[in-house]
Nanobody, 123 residues
């Protein structure tokens, strides 16, 4: 069983930066890929990025590529999402998730989810 918990959300001005953290606990997280999703009211949860447990490869959604960076610390227990050049349309609840797949680009590929952290981009 794996548990994940997000932190680091908040209010930021357009063009600003935030770093989200996803702390994992439980056995076996090192063999799970870590991913980030975003959800706004009335819309499906949107894939943003994952980092594969198998080879460390990262994949980004078109909407965040070049602005967001996903990383994982050396002991593989924390996954980060560095967000730069934030836009108002980046506002939403951000979720961290863990997947046993090596290339998990869909929400259906993830077994464990955090509770989410709110990110608001506004002046």
């Amino acid at each position: 069983q794996v548990q994940v918990e997000e932190s680091g959300g908040g209010l930021v001005q357009p063009g600003g930066s935030l770093r989200l953290s996803c702390a994992a606990s439980g056995r076996g997280f090192s063999v799970y890929s870590g991913g980030w999703f975003r959800q706004v009211p009335g819309k499906e949860r949107e894939f943003l990025a994952y980092k594969s447990y198998r080879d460390g490869r990262a994949l980004y959604a078109d909407s965040v590529r070049g602005r967001f960076t996903i990383s994982r610390d050396g002991d593989k227990k924390t996954v980060y999402l560095e967000m730069n050049s934030l836009k108002p349309e980046d506002t939403g609840v951000y979720y961290c998730a863990a997947s046993g797949h090596s290339r998990p680009s869909s929400a259906y590929d993830y077994e464990y989810w955090g509770q989410g952290t709110q990110v608001t981009v506004s002046s």
